[in-house]
C-alpha cells in the first residue's frame, strides 16, 4: 500500500509541473491524464472521455474520507468496526489506481484522446463500489453513534464524488 501511495505522490507532484502530452509521444495513462486534469496541466478541450476529469478527485476523496475515520478510529479504539470493510476498499483503491496508471489513452484521427481500454477499468470499478458499500455500512453505525461531523462532510463529498 505504500509503494502505492508513493508513486501516486510521485506522480502527482509531476504532473503540477508538465502536460505527459507536451512531448512528441503524446502518450500518457489515464490517471496522469485525471491529475493533470485537476491541477489544470492538461487542457480540458483535448480529452473527450467525460469520466477523466472526476477519476482523481474520486481518489482523493475517498483518501480524505480514510484519513478522517483514522483520526476517529484511534483515540476511540472501536475494535467492533469491520475491518475487512476498510481493508476490502483500500484493496479495490488501489487496484483501480494501477489499473488507470498502466492503461494509456488512444489517440483518435482528429488527434483528440477519448478512448481507453475500460475493460479493466470496469472490473476495478466494480469492486470499488462493492468495497464502497461494504465500508459505508460500517461506517454509519460510527457515524450515528459518534457523531463524527468531518468524516459525515467527508463522506457526503466522497458519495457525491462517485455518483457523478
Not at 476495478?124 to 459505508?136: Q, T, V, Y
Request: net charge negative.
Amino acid at each position: 500500500r505504500l509503494d502505492q501511495l508513493y508513486q501516486e505522490y510521485a506522480l502527482c507532484h509531476q504532473m503540477k509541473q508538465t502536460n505527459p502530452f507536451d512531448n512528441n509521444e503524446n502518450k500518457a495513462d489515464v490517471l496522469s491524464t485525471s491529475i493533470g486534469l485537476y491541477y489544470d496541466t492538461i487542457d480540458r478541450s483535448s480529452i473527450e472521455c467525460c469520466i477523466t476529469s472526476g477519476l482523481y478527485p474520486m481518489v482523493l476523496s475517498l483518501d480524505k474520507v480514510v484519513e478522517a475515520y483514522g483520526k476517529i478510529l484511534v483515540p476511540l479504539c472501536l475494535y467492533d468496526f469491520d475491518f475487512m470493510a476498510l481493508e476490502a476498499l483500500l484493496c479495490a483503491r488501489d487496484r483501480l489506481a494501477m489499473c488507470l496508471s498502466s492503461t494509456e489513452y488512444g489517440e483518435s484521427k482528429d488527434g483528440m484522446l477519448n478512448e481507453f481500454e475500460a475493460s479493466g477499468f470496469l472490473v476495478c470499478w466494480r469492486w470499488l463500489l462493492k468495497g464502497i458499500k461494504a465500508f459505508g455500512k460500517s461506517l454509519k453505525i460510527i457515524l450515528i453513534r459518534d457523531s463524527a461531523k468531518e468524516l459525515t462532510q467527508l463522506w457526503v463529498r466522497f458519495e457525491m464524488d462517485v455518483s457523478t
